[in-house]
């Protein structure tokens, strides 16, 4: 996994300690899954409001479960599948 480049000096313990994490509680009421499935349900609709909707929720709830601040987000648009007809994932032909 790619996290951000390392401070120089300060709070540099500190990061590498966070980056040694490889695992992290989870809510054990499923409620993280749940509204993960709704964000995918959104994305395969494909309207960007609904998909901004369930990404805020999945992103509240989590910043309340462990206690962090809540952050914005912004949902990009992306061409459909069938946008580009005769491409594969990667682009090519």
Same mark, same amino acid.
């Given at each position: 996994? @790619?996290? /951000?480049?390392?401070?120089? *000096?300060?709070?540099?313990?500190?990061? @590498? %300690?966070?980056?040694?994490?490889?695992?992290?509680? &989870?809510?054990?009421?499923?409620? @993280?899954?749940?509204?993960? *499935?709704?964000?995918? !349900?959104?994305?395969?609709?494909?309207?960007?409001?609904?998909? &901004?909707?369930?990404?805020?929720?999945?992103?509240?709830?989590?910043?309340?479960?462990? *206690?962090? !601040?809540?952050?914005?987000?912004?949902? @990009?648009?992306?061409?459909? /599948?069938?946008?580009?007809?005769?491409? /594969? %994932?990667?682009?090519?032909?």
């Amino acid at each position: 996994m @790619l996290t /951000d480049v390392p401070p120089r *000096k300060a709070n540099r313990a500190r990061f @590498l %300690e966070s980056d040694r994490i490889r695992t992290l509680d &989870l809510p054990q009421d499923g409620r @993280l899954p749940t509204i993960a *499935k709704s964000i995918e !349900s959104a994305m395969t609709v494909g309207q960007s409001a609904v998909v &901004l909707r369930a990404c805020a929720e999945f992103l509240a709830t989590a910043a309340d479960f462990y *206690k962090v !601040s809540k952050c914005g987000i912004r949902v @990009l648009a992306a061409p459909r /599948d069938n946008a580009h007809p005769g491409m /594969d %994932e990667d682009g090519g032909a």
